[in-house]
């Protein structure tokens, strides 16, 4: 077996995943990978590490495996869905959706082309929904979807799924637009009626993909992924809702209906696939890791609830080695755990430090400039300044590269913190590799706001 240490990494990210994607973690499958990483050599180093990868990272890492630890990983996936005695939906969609993004060579995945990626902060609710998505207007795929629509929406509810087609949305709010608007004063009564008229006029004017453009093709395209063929978006499971969010891109490989039935097929069948070429040595690893049949009567269920108590006993605790950052609805910066010494810097440089410090995944300076308007919205928030047109002109310098305004705020950010902590200050920083996205490596928990939504 040839596994390397971004492999290992890259495992444990993807099964720690699968552990958690149906909300409960019990013994059985800590179990497993406890054996896991004694069978692999994963390391408490690998693991911490692999918490930073988001999914989609981890499995462009172990696609450069071979076909025959590939077959291993099936095995691993295999017996980590029986481990709790119970394959959830949401497991064996991201099992399938791994087995597919891994370009696995076997046959139940022969003709099925799908890739896992991993967005940033959409606000799509329904993690049921599968959604179509173009880059350009297909008229053969859009009239076979009409052809088989109500095929395909049964296939998708038995799988508690639903099916978002936008010209069906569109035919149905235009036959109840009256009912359409009463919904909206009362769902989002800040609406004024003047915005309700514009979403009436335009709403019906938007296509596929317009809407697959603006939801996701631009997200993908940053990533450097371009899907050029229709496709169906599965959300999966809803993990770290303030994180990434991952998604099952399906390409459409022939009529809708025909590749959501070969998915589908391969979705209900993974237990029972059966992986090529193992041999003898490999078999009896993977025979010691399987979880044991007895019971086990001292047994924990560990659910969300139990990571929210621990999330609040440690944002409270004042013994850390590394102090909790207060963050003041007008943006003022106090190192709680320091003596609630404050973090002093120019507004400006606050802006920018607060937009990295909600964008947990990173942000490349390169595309620094698409999060202007919510730059603006920080800025104007916690400086002084009256003038707009004064506030409007600092951010367009900033993000458009004007001057020196990008490094020297950059530079004000570490010289704050450097300042009070030294050599300790790396985690509190903006930092990543040149060409790359920046992030600040404290953790989330470690961050309390006095008003979250002040910045909204």
Same mark, same amino acid.
């Given at each position: ?210 809407? +697959? ?202 010289? +704050? ?40």
């Amino acid at each position: 077996m040839k596994f390397k240490e971004n492999h290992k990494t890259a495992l444990s990210k993807v099964l720690s995943d699968l552990v958690q994607c149906d909300g409960i973690v019990n013994q059985g499958e800590i179990d497993f990978l406890h054996r896991v990483n004694e069978a692999f050599g994963i390391t408490s180093a690998s693991r911490k590490k692999a918490s930073s990868l988001c999914l989609s990272d981890a499995v462009g890492i172990l696609k450069t495996l071979g076909d025959r630890e590939k077959n291993i990983l099936l095995c691993l996936f295999q017996i980590l869905s029986l481990a709790d005695n119970n394959l959830s939906p949401n497991e064996s969609l991201l099992i399938t959706a791994l087995l597919t993004s891994l370009d696995m060579q076997l046959e139940a995945t022969t003709g099925i082309k799908a890739h896992l990626v991993s967005i940033p902060h959409l606000d799509l609710d329904t993690s049921n929904a599968v959604l179509y998505v173009e880059s350009e207007y297909d008229s053969k795929t859009n009239k076979s979807i009409l052809h088989d629509y109500d095929d395909i929406c049964r296939l998708l509810k038995a799988d508690h799924r639903e099916l978002f087609y936008l010209p069906m949305v569109l035919r149905d709010l235009g036959k109840k637009q009256d009912t359409f608007r009463q919904t909206l004063n009362y769902i989002e009564p800040t609406l004024s009626e003047e915005q309700i008229d514009i979403i009436d006029t335009r709403l019906p004017q938007m296509d596929s993909a317009f809407l +697959s453009k603006e939801i996701f093709l631009n997200y993908l395209k940053i990533n450097g992924l371009e899907i050029n063929k229709p496709a169906f978006f599965f959300k999966i499971g809803d993990k770290d809702s303030d994180n990434y969010h991952d998604y099952l891109i399906l390409e459409i490989t022939g009529k809708p209906l025909t590749t959501l039935q070969q998915f589908y097929k391969l979705k209900n069948s993974i237990v029972t696939l059966q992986p090529n070429g193992l041999n003898t040595k490999e078999m009896q690893l993977l025979q010691q890791i399987r979880p044991s049949t007895d019971d086990n009567n001292n047994e924990l269920r560990y659910t969300g609830f139990h990571k929210v108590l621990i999330d609040i006993v440690l944002k409270h605790d004042g013994t850390h080695e590394v102090s909790r950052l207060y963050v003041t609805k007008r943006g003022d910066l106090f190192l709680t755990d320091r003596n609630n010494t404050e973090v002093k810097m120019p507004s400006l440089s606050k802006a920018l430090y607060l937009l990295f410090l909600f964008h947990e995944e990173g942000i490349s300076l390169n595309y620094l400039s698409d999060y202007k308007p919510e730059l603006y919205r920080i800025y104007r928030q916690i400086s002084t300044y009256g003038d707009d047109a004064i506030l409007e002109r600092a951010v367009d310098n900033l993000t458009d590269f004007v001057g020196n305004t990008l490094n020297a705020t950059l530079s004000r950010i570490k010289k +704050s913190f450097t300042d009070i902590l030294g050599e300790d200050a790396s985690r509190y920083l903006i930092q990543g590799e040149k060409g790359g996205r920046k992030t600040i490596h404290l953790e989330r928990r470690l961050v309390v706001y006095e008003d979250r939504k002040a910045f909204e």
